[in-house]
């Protein structure tokens, strides 16, 4: 089955420091979206993402995050000066459509900011 | 902003025995969705309800739609204990853009064997 790959699988960065999530959606999917899971807690919408801008996003997602598709593979969420309180895990997901397809999430980046 | 919950917060239940987890909203809900993560794993979709009062099985799992549409049900029979983890309910973001899902807290399940 088709899958959602994400890199790193896990990365710890100093607080400060920008990181990049890099994802690599199904190769059919024309709809992308970024969600994070603070431990133990539920997942969150952060943006969605097609035809090359974002469509929608939530007040998490603020002037320090950003999203690109620099090519025609990859999808990357950017923190610019990540916090403590950016640490969680960070799913990338797609669909092939907005409405009434199934969303399929990647395993994930877990992302530590000290 | 819209919100659901959901009941229990954790099931712990002996294999063989049934489980039942809901979500209720505030407001009507145009769709919702089902997704089970493993512990450490990511959310994996298991089904999308639409209509009112609507029913779907998946085996040992049946999922519905309130009349409604304001609350879902997922029940699991006979459980096993490859049944383990956080069950969650999503419905879309009222007014929001398709695939902006408000995810439940969820209901995590334990069996044992």
């Known amino acids: 089955e088709p899958e959602v790959t994400q890199t790193p699988s896990h990365q710890v960065t100093q607080m400060g420091q920008e990181v990049i999530l890099r994802c690599v959606p199904i190769?059919?999917?024309?709809?992308f979206y970024w969600y994070r899971q603070i431990l133990g807690q539920k997942v969150e919408f952060l943006v969605s993402?097609?035809?090359?801008?974002?469509?929608?996003k939530s007040e998490i997602f603020d002037d320090q995050f950003s999203v690109e598709r620099p090519d025609g593979s990859n999808f990357t969420l950017k923190i610019r000066s990540t916090k403590l309180e950016d640490s969680a895990m960070y799913f990338c997901a797609s669909s092939v459509t907005s409405s009434g397809n199934t969303i399929y999430f990647g395993e994930g980046s877990w992302l530590t900011v000290v | 902003g819209q919100q659901v919950m959901q009941i229990p917060q954790y099931q712990h239940v002996q294999e063989g025995e049934d489980f039942t987890t809901y979500c209720n909203s505030s407001t009507t809900l145009s769709n919702i969705q089902w997704y089970k993560q493993r512990p450490g794993g990511h959310p994996v979709f298991l089904i999308q309800?639409?209509?009112?009062?609507e029913v779907k099985k998946q085996k040992r799992l049946t999922f519905q739609f309130g009349e409604a549409k304001k609350n879902s049900s997922l029940h699991i029979t006979a459980t096993q204990t490859t049944d383990v983890g956080t069950y969650f309910c999503?419905?879309?973001?009222?007014?929001?853009?398709?695939?902006?899902?408000?995810f439940g807290k969820g209901t995590k399940l334990s069996v044992k064997p």
């Open positions: 993402f097609y035809n090359n801008e974002i469509s929608e």
């Open positions: 309800l639409v209509k009112s009062g």
């Open positions: 999503a419905p879309e973001n009222y007014g929001g853009s398709q695939g902006n899902l408000i």
């Open positions: 190769s059919n999917h024309l709809y």
